[in-house]
């Protein structure tokens, strides 16, 4: 994997070594390892770009640059996420003796907004999963591509990198491999099933060497990769006449939406999401409210008494429940 660029390996000492540490032992994704590249590559940033050696800067330096970085007007997500690239890279520089104190270990910057994920409502759903109608080698691709990406939730990454040996079609199980290389159990539904039985003999006839076993390729025969991926969610959203700006991550959130709204457990969601702390889950149960009322409603001993607001100043009477009851008697 080319990560990182030879400019960076001038001006920031262990960088290389650093990033192959990523890949290598913490099975970092392609993605993160090109982030964190080119978040520890403007560390030479406060020598003015010339070569830098991590053990010269301080932690007054660390922060102006930090600063300087807000300054820009970068979101603070992305400050964030490189106040974290260096902070990892501190912490692999001091454990491996390369340099005798963290000056990172004080930054700080202000915590991202969390922004509540976008979930698609069932009706755009079903226009979107409709979209490539056709029964020719995209179409039925883009067809089971679409279709497995919402019944199993999946990542764009872990969409691309899936194999034919991960699909047990029989069971409606497959194995995923998630951020961090860690392996999990995904479910098919029978609309997935369905859309990849149509797939597999298209497939099959247009695989090309050593890249037969992946689920997913284009016409040549080779894989589809994630650009590609997001290619076709943007042709299917024209055809089905949405808005711009529905991602294949939409779909991993419609997934989680979906199943909170109809009953599904928080800690079920977070296993079939894969996702290694509950509150990266718990996101989603503040985009179902009307679920949360239902179930407040449907539990909660006192939910049900319902009042009536108050009118020109006339007082709150109750409409039901126990009180009620006990007003008509004292009459």
């Known amino acids: 994997m080319c990560y990182a660029p030879g400019r960076m390996l001038r001006v920031v000492k262990h960088a290389a070594a650093y990033l192959r540490h990523l890949e290598h032992a913490r099975g970092a994704s392609e993605h993160t390892v090109a982030a964190y590249s080119r978040d520890i590559a403007q560390l030479s940033e406060p020598h003015g770009g010339t070569a830098c050696d991590p053990a010269q800067l301080t932690t007054a330096l660390l922060k102006g640059h930090v600063v300087k970085l807000l300054g820009r007007g970068l979101s603070r997500a992305s400050v964030a996420r490189h106040v974290s690239a260096v902070r990892g890279f501190y912490r692999w520089l001091l454990a491996t003796g390369r340099v005798a104190a963290d000056p990172s270990c004080a930054l700080r910057v202000p915590r991202p907004r969390r922004n509540l994920p976008r979930a698609l409502s069932n009706e755009d759903l079903q226009r979107l999963l409709a979209a490539p109608a056709g029964d020719g080698f995209v179409d039925t691709r883009d067809r089971a591509v679409l279709e497995v990406l919402y019944s199993a939730g999946m990542r764009v990454a872990e969409l691309a ?45 247009t695989a090309r060497g050593r890249e037969r076993k992946r689920v997913f390729i284009n016409r040549l025969g080779t894989p589809l990769s994630d650009r590609s991926i997001r290619r076709i969610l943007e042709r299917c959203i024209r055809r089905a006449g949405l808005p711009r700006g529905i991602s294949p991550h939409t779909l991993r959130h419609t997934f989680a939406t979906h199943l909170l709204s109809a009953g599904a457990g928080l800690k079920e969601v977070q296993e079939m999401l894969g996702h290694s702390q509950l509150s990266s889950t718990q996101i989603y149960t503040h985009v179902t409210p009307s679920h949360l009322k239902k179930v407040y409603e449907a539990a909660h001993p006192r939910a049900r008494l319902t009042r009536q607001l108050p009118r020109d100043g006339a007082s709150t009477t109750p409409t039901s429940g126990p009180r009620s009851a006990r007003t008509k008697s004292a009459r």
């Open 161 to 205: 990198g899936l194999e034919l040996e991960s699909i047990d079609a029989a069971g409606g199980v497959v194995r995923v491999l998630g951020k961090g290389r860690k392996e999990r159990l995904c479910f098919l539904g029978r609309h997935a099933l369905e859309a990849l039985e149509e797939w597999w003999p298209l497939r099959t006839a």
